[in-house]
């Protein structure tokens, strides 16, 4: 069985700072997507990566993979309001369609 | 491009009852996947369909089921509903078969009780 840690589940900070949410697992993905989610809402893509080592940005979003693809990184830099809300990562295993999703992390921005 | 699209938005139904949810996937996308993420658990992946056909299927009871149209749409049944089916239901598309990024509709939130 699959699993994928995400953490820290619950993440309250200032406007201004940074902050980084971890996906672990024990098995190797053949692609990792992080996704943010609005309660109530879908999942909204953010990011997909595939190649062990790879970053990606996004404005102030920096996403890594793991070199031995099992693990990715999510780091926020100069956190605003407008960045509070729930962050899943989600892992595909080459078992056909299927998305192995973390616990996600609910990140509050204060200002 | 208009994204993935699901209805209804909002569902009420009585322990018992059947439940019918659609989808209707990105155009283009041939692939269309069902997940469950109720209060507390998560996303559980339930279903997987391309071009018509069920190809993979999560851990879920037998009444939990669907099927994907010509026009790749999707339907997603639920049948004898019980209490803890009570979740937000998110519908999914991808292009190609099960390995591209899968992009997410609005879902339906479905209230049994």
């Known amino acids: 069985t699959q699993l994928l840690e995400q953490s820290p589940q619950f993440l309250s900070i200032q406007e201004g700072e940074n902050l980084t949410v971890y996906c672990n697992s024990s098995s190797v993905f053949s692609s990792l997507q992080w996704y943010r989610q609005e309660p109530g809402e879908g999942p909204v893509l953010l990011v997909t990566v595939v190649t062990g080592g790879e970053v990606k940005k996004l404005k102030r979003l920096t996403f890594q993979f793991g070199d031995a693809r099992k693990d990715s990184s999510l780091h926020i830099t100069a956190a605003q309001t407008g960045d509070t809300g729930l962050y899943l990562c989600?892992?595909?295993?080459?078992?056909?369609?299927?998305?192995?999703f973390g616990q996600g992390t609910e990140l509050s921005v204060k200002p | 491009e208009a994204g993935v699209t699901q209805s209804p938005t909002h569902l009420i139904k009585t322990r018992g009852q059947q439940a019918t949810l659609r989808c209707s996937p990105i155009?283009?996308?041939?692939?269309v996947y069902w997940y469950q993420q109720a209060l507390g658990l998560g996303l559980q992946f339930l279903l997987w369909y391309d071009e018509g056909e069920e190809r993979n299927r999560g851990n879920f009871p037998p009444r939990f089921s669907g099927r994907q149209f010509p026009n790749y749409s999707s339907e997603l049944n639920v049948n004898a509903l019980e209490l803890e089916d009570s979740a937000l239901y998110l519908c999914?598309?991808?292009?190609?078969?099960?390995?591209?990024?899968?992009?997410f509709g609005p879902g339906t939130r479905l209230l049994v009780l």
């Open positions: 155009s283009g996308h041939t692939s």
């Open positions: 999914a598309s991808s292009t190609f078969t099960g390995r591209e990024t899968q992009y």
């Open positions: 989600a892992g595909m295993y080459n078992q056909g369609g299927k998305l192995i």
